[in-house]
């Protein structure tokens, strides 16, 4: 059986993704983007996040990336 990821798990996941990716800034702005924005982990929230930190040009891109370097 294959136990689901719990939403902190993902999280990690996802901050160490984008610190490993964009660098320590990126992995701080992820930190302090969902802790004042409170969105939940989705593709939705994570495309927002990189729109944040990127801007659109790159997010689409990289949010495939992302995810599946994360295995989420």
Do not use: W
Request: proline share 1%; glycine share 6%.
């Amino acid at each position: 059986m294959v136990k689901e990821k719990s939403e902190q798990h993902i999280r990690a996941e996802l901050f160490r993704v984008i610190r490993d990716e964009l660098g320590d800034n990126a992995g701080n702005l992820y930190k302090q983007f969902y802790q004042e924005k409170s969105l939940e982990v989705t593709i939705e929230g994570i495309s927002e996040l990189l729109n944040e930190l990127l801007g659109p040009n790159k997010t689409e891109t990289l949010v495939m990336h992302i995810i599946q370097k994360a295995k989420i």
